[in-house]
């Protein structure tokens, strides 16, 4: 199958818990996320899904003025249609305004696992 998720470890623990994890060599924020990408490549290869990315940033823009961004886990399009999905351990009072924010300008649910 894959490479082996490997957790990497750092001096300082996370504020959430989350460990980085390293999977084909890509960096992930969590093991949940790692975990993720692992199925989602499986989908891949089996033709579920189509055109997979990671990190897939979106500018949030409210009248002309860029309040900040947010940066999906993935975005990929099953059957089609696109989905941008979040690996979420803990919904974060800032990630609410994120998800709001892309539901007000794009019209796009975020997709939660």
């Known amino acids: 199958m894959g ?3 490997s957790a990497v470890t ?3 623990p996370s504020k959430w818990g989350n460990v980085r994890t390293t999977l084909d060599g890509i960096h992930f924020a969590s093991k949940r996320e790692a975990r993720r990408y692992a199925e989602l490549k499986i989908e891949l290869r ?3 899904l189509t055109d997979l990315k990671l ?3 979106f500018a949030l823009c409210v009248n002309g003025v860029h309040v900040c961004d ?3 886990d993935f975005v990929y399009r099953r059957h089609g249609v696109r ?3 979040d690996a979420k351990g803990k919904a974060t009072d800032v990630y609410k ?4 924010l892309m539901r007000a300008i794009y019209g796009i649910e975020i997709v939660e696992v």
């Open 3 to 5: 490479a082996p998720i």
């Open 10 to 12: 750092s001096q300082t």
């Open 46 to 48: 089996a033709g579920e």
């Open 55 to 57: 990190q897939k940033r």
């Open 70 to 72: 947010y940066i999906a």
């Open 83 to 85: 989905v941008v999905e």
């Open 97 to 100: 305004i994120k998800r709001a």
